[in-house]
């Protein structure tokens, strides 16, 4: 550690410095330089596509080009001084994320790939060592498909069987039916904080709450929601809690998977490889400590980096402001949308989500409509979202979706809205 100071205090001081007061929507874009660019001559971006990925700060960008070009080198090997300094800054990044999320110790951060590998790890590695043939996990219908696939390689792999928590028509979990399944002594309840369809918010906190009741452990899927409102671990008392980078800010590239300390401590590796082993014979090893245990080989140390800016970043503006800010953008994307002829809007009113609206409109294909829009600058998404099973369940074979986050402006609503009604024109 250089000069003393460790990580925890060097990043509690940055959070200090940073700390700013207010919500400042010209000032927030002006900190994102993709946002002043034209996608053809004379039309601006309009960038509605967040819960795919977010855009990134100038922050982010310049620590992550700093660190190559100042503190380049592997990380937790060499002792000479950017060896020092790029372990300084990787661990830093993992501090952050801790503060970030209220988990009591930087160990409980383990460095993955994104929240589709956080959710893999835990599936081959809690879930291959305590789920036993017929041993139940309940998922939702409204799950992303990495919250969903790994858990059916597992029931391939190991015989589990799986539940499903059902979408009520409003697009909320349906709690009875909840209630219901976890009679059945399930040993594992894994769900999305958020939607990504419908922008529906899970009561995560009720969900973990009587899981535990029955003693099952929870694993929430929180690529939604920790970049978009605060998320506290310890307040939620949740297992494992996985999500991305590149929604919040950060680079792709780098995810986490947060968890308990116990349950960390007791589950095998995930990968093998350098770094992961405390003492290697020539036919078996000893495992390192967490979270050193789960991260093989060399990781993502200029993303780390990025995130931990991020985490900073997002810190400095509150992450009460920015879900606050969220609020009423979708309040009014909502309001705007219902207002033209054909269109539906998936999922419960804006009360009960994030910034997330799925719709539909008349006839037209999401595709076309995206495609039709792009020509104005704006970018949505189009498609099943990663999220079959539930388009499944509402019988529809893709939606059109537009999702904000903090740098969107009512006025990028209003422009949305004139170019479904050149949609309709066009192709109604
Ligand atoms: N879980 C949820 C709820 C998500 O929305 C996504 C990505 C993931 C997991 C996976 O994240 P990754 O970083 O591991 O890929 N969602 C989306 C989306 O809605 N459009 O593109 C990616």
């Known amino acids: ?146 919250n969903l696939i790994p858990w059916q390689m597992l029931a391939e792999q190991a015989g589990i069987r799986l539940e499903f928590i059902e ?66 671990v310890k307040d939620l008392d949740v297992d494992f809690l996985a999500f991305s980078s590149h929604k919040m800010c950060g680079p792709t590239g780098i995810g986490v998977l947060y968890g308990k300390k116990d349950l960390l401590e007791q589950m095998p590796p995930f990968m093998g490889g350098g770094d992961m082993i405390k003492r290697v014979y020539l036919r078996s090893f000893v495992p390192n400590e967490i979270p050193y245990k789960f991260e093989a080989g060399t990781p993502a140390i200029a993303e780390a980096v990025g995130l931990g800016t991020a985490v900073d970043y997002l810190t400095s503006i509150g992450m009460e402001s920015i879900a606050e800010h969220e609020r009423e953008l979708i309040s009014y994307a909502l309001e705007r949308l219902e207002e033209v002829p054909g269109v539906i809007v998936h999922g419960p009113s804006a009360e009960k989500k994030g910034g997330v609206a799925a719709f539909s409109l008349d006839n037209i294909h999401p595709h076309d409509i995206s495609q039709i829009i792009d020509q104005d600058g704006i970018a949505i998404r189009a498609g099943h979202h990663c999220a079959m099973p539930l388009h499944d369940k509402l019988k529809l074979p893709a939606t059109a979706r537009a999702s904000f986050y903090l740098y969107n402006t009512p006025e990028e609503i209003d422009k949305l809205i004139l170019a479904l009604y050149k949609v309709k024109k066009i192709l109604g």
């Open 167 to 232: 979408v009520t028509p409003e697009g909320l979990l349906d709690l009875d039916n909840y209630e219901h399944l976890l009679t059945l002594q399930p040993r594992l309840v894994c769900f999305t904080h958020m939607s990504n369809v419908l922008g529906t918010i899970t009561p995560a906190r009720e969900i973990i709450r009587m899981a535990h009741a029955v003693g099952a452990l929870t694993l929430v899927d929180a690529a939604q929601s920790v970049p978009h409102f605060p998320v506290d």
């Open 1 to 146: 550690m250089k000069g003393g100071v460790t990580p925890a205090l060097f990043s509690l001081l940055e959070a200090i410095i940073n700390a700013q007061n207010g919500f400042n929507i010209a000032k927030v874009r002006a900190d994102f330089p993709i946002l002043t660019r034209e996608t053809r001559p004379g039309v601006p971006l309009i960038y509605l596509d967040s819960a795919a990925s977010s855009q990134k700060p100038n922050v982010v960008i310049e620590s992550m080009n700093d660190f190559y070009r100042k503190s380049n080198a592997n990380i937790h090997r060499g002792i000479h001084t950017l060896a020092e300094e790029a372990t300084f800054a990787y661990e830093n990044a993992r501090h952050k994320v801790a503060r970030f999320i209220g988990a009591d110790m930087h160990r409980q951060i383990i460095f993955t790939r994104n929240a589709t590998e956080s959710i893999n790890l835990v599936a081959q590695t809690w879930g291959r060592q305590n789920l036993q043939p017929g041993d139940i996990v309940i998922l939702t219908e409204m799950e992303h498909h990495a």
